[in-house]
């Protein structure tokens, strides 16, 4: 589930907020943000594949599951930011709002959609983390020894 709610967080970000709002993409946050987002990925991909190869590193490893503990709080402070930089411009612009009257008799404002996302990612985020902190205490959680019981009849 986690992957999932990154992959489309970060799509409606870029496809719904960033891309069609001209002001915003030469805002300093955005360039920050991709770098954030980029970041993570540099490690995490490799380990994947290195997995896939069942080559096994400890770098790599220890860096999959330790990077992300300062980038995922940088990374949703900087799209809670970038939707805070959004919002006036479509205040302003009324882009992907809908006023009353129309055929289907339903009005959304847009602005109010980005804040509703925005706290969304902010009440969302602990528990992302929290999902993150347990993938890492079980990937290095000390290893029990095996023991093997010998039933005798």
């Not at 589930?1 to 409606?12: H, T």
């Not at 190869?53 to 930011?81: H, K, N, Q």
């Not at 993150?132 to 000390?142: E, H, L, T, V, Y």
Request: aromatic share 18%; proline share 8%; net charge positive.
């Amino acid at each position: 589930m986690a992957p999932l709610m990154q992959v489309v967080g970060r799509n409606v970000l870029l496809f719904l907020v960033i891309l069609p709002n001209p002001e915003v993409q030469s805002d300093p946050m955005v360039c920050y943000l991709f770098l954030v987002w980029s970041s993570v990925e540099v490690f995490r991909y490799p380990f994947y594949m290195a997995g896939v190869i069942d080559y096994s590193s400890e770098v790599l490893t220890w860096l999959r599951y330790t990077v992300w503990i300062p980038l995922y709080p940088l990374g949703f402070f900087s799209e809670a930011t970038v939707l805070y930089l959004s919002a006036p411009y479509y205040e302003k612009t009324q882009q992907f709002s809908l006023a009353l009257p129309n055929q289907y008799n339903i009005s959304m404002y847009y602005p109010y959609v980005i804040y509703a996302y925005m706290s969304t990612i902010l009440i969302l985020a602990p528990s992302l983390i929290s999902h993150m902190w347990r993938q890492r205490q079980r990937r290095f959680r000390p290893k029990k020894p095996r023991t093997f019981h010998v039933k005798l009849n």
